[in-house]
């Protein structure tokens, strides 16, 4: 069974330029969340999508951050414009309805100069 | 507020030197506490889950158990290839909540 799929894995970028991540999770699996995980510390929720709906975005930076999953299976989760600060890696996890253990792609590490 | 804390932050054993990483937690309505492994530049795996006060889990070296404030993750005999970090999360009412980890090191 393929396990979740992220891309890129790398992408640096300037200050103000935008940038988007990829998510696809595992099949069958209706629950996807976007977290960030910062150098040291634990991954931090951005978004939960159940389906095609948002259920949870209270720690998503909604001035700049951006995310969709349409059709409820792959999403896209967008910066516009980065800062210094966004500088981290995006992890993207997948879960069966019903069950709260979370599988986790690769990641992608933002690096923004 | 929701909390997670987890010690040590770093651990190094000697292979076969058993030990044992701590969760503490505060949460309203916890339905569920969950460890993960993750190595370096991978995303988190998931190891066990756990539901309710007095519950174990185990799976090859490594055993976790839970009281109602804390979770312990047991590790006996430990090998190198059990180096990575381990992160505690817990699942309250509302969102997931991850520890910071505890990065173990096992030496050969």
């Known amino acids: 069974e393929a396990g979740v799929v992220q891309s890129p894995r790398y992408k640096i970028i300037e200050k103000k330029q935008p940038v988007a991540f990829w998510c696809n999770p595992i099949?069958?699996?209706?629950?996807l969340y976007w977290y960030r995980q910062n150098l040291g510390q634990g991954p931090e929720l951005l978004i939960r999508?159940?389906?095609?709906?948002?259920?949870?975005d209270s720690q998503l930076p909604k001035d700049r951050f951006s995310a969709e999953r349409l059709k409820g299976v792959d999403s896209t989760l967008k910066i516009q414009p980065a800062e210094l600060g966004d500088s981290a890696v995006y992890l993207c996890?997948?879960?069966?309805?019903?069950?709260?253990?979370?599988?986790f792609g690769p990641g992608t590490r933002l690096t923004v100069t | 507020e929701d909390q997670v804390t987890q010690s040590p932050e770093a651990l190094r054993l000697q292979e076969g030197e058993s030990s044992s990483l701590n969760c503490s937690y505060t949460?309203?309505?916890?339905?569920?506490l969950f460890w993960y492994r993750q190595d370096p530049g991978k995303g988190p795996e998931f190891l066990f889950t756990?539901?309710?006060a007095g519950e174990e889990k185990e799976k090859e070296r490594l055993k976790a158990t839970l009281t109602k404030k804390e979770s312990f993750l047991h590790i006996t005999a430990p090998k190198p290839e059990d180096s990575a970090t381990y992160l505690c999360?817990?699942?309250?009412?509302?969102?997931?909540?991850f520890g910071t980890g505890t990065r173990l090191k096992v030496l050969a």
């Open positions: 996890a997948s879960s069966l309805e019903g069950y709260y253990e979370q599988y």
């Open positions: 099949s069958g699996h209706n629950t």
């Open positions: 999508y159940e389906n095609e709906e948002a259920v949870d």
């Open positions: 949460v309203s309505g916890l339905r569920g």
């Open positions: 756990l539901y309710s």
């Open positions: 999360a817990v699942l309250g009412t509302y969102k997931y909540i």
